[in-house]
């Protein structure tokens, strides 16, 4: 008697959790669709140029602790930074930094990502471009 009622009470408990289980969503990593808004860059000698705005569309998925996958990337490269990156969250703020090297190629890249929007800064060592501010408006889709 005392089996057929541990019994019949973990079938219960088990009815329980599997229940909750389909009712209850299940928590999923925020993605943003940021599309481009331009910027601009700066020349090592001072002068700037305005980047225009594109169609590029970056999909980005947080991936906990600290990493930020580019669902959509617009080129190799780009994917290459974002593999690169070290994510932290502040309040609905997302702050990223990376030393990028490829090459002889080295630059500093930071990110600040929220709902609406993202701002990313490079700062390149050495070569004909000294710095690059590029907006992006983003929506929150997940």
Request: some cysteine; aromatic content about 10%; glycine content about 4%.
């Amino acid at each position: 008697m005392t089996k057929r009622v541990c019994s019949f009470w973990f079938i219960m408990k088990l009815a329980a959790v599997i229940l909750l289980a389909s009712i209850l969503p299940a928590h999923a990593s925020p993605i943003w669709e940021c599309k481009s808004g331009g910027g601009w860059s700066m020349k090592s000698d001072g002068s700037m140029t305005e980047i225009p705005a594109s169609e590029d569309t970056v999909i980005l998925e947080f991936q906990s602790p600290n990493k930020m996958r580019p669902i959509k990337a617009s080129s190799a490269f780009e994917q290459k930074i974002y593999d690169e990156m070290t994510w932290e969250q502040v309040g609905d703020k997302f702050y990223c930094q990376a030393l990028i090297r490829d090459g002889a190629f080295k630059m500093t890249v930071s990110e600040v990502l929220n709902d609406n929007e993202s701002v990313l800064t490079v700062i390149f060592e050495a070569g004909p471009q000294a710095a690059m501010v590029k907006t992006s408006k983003c929506e929150r889709v997940q």
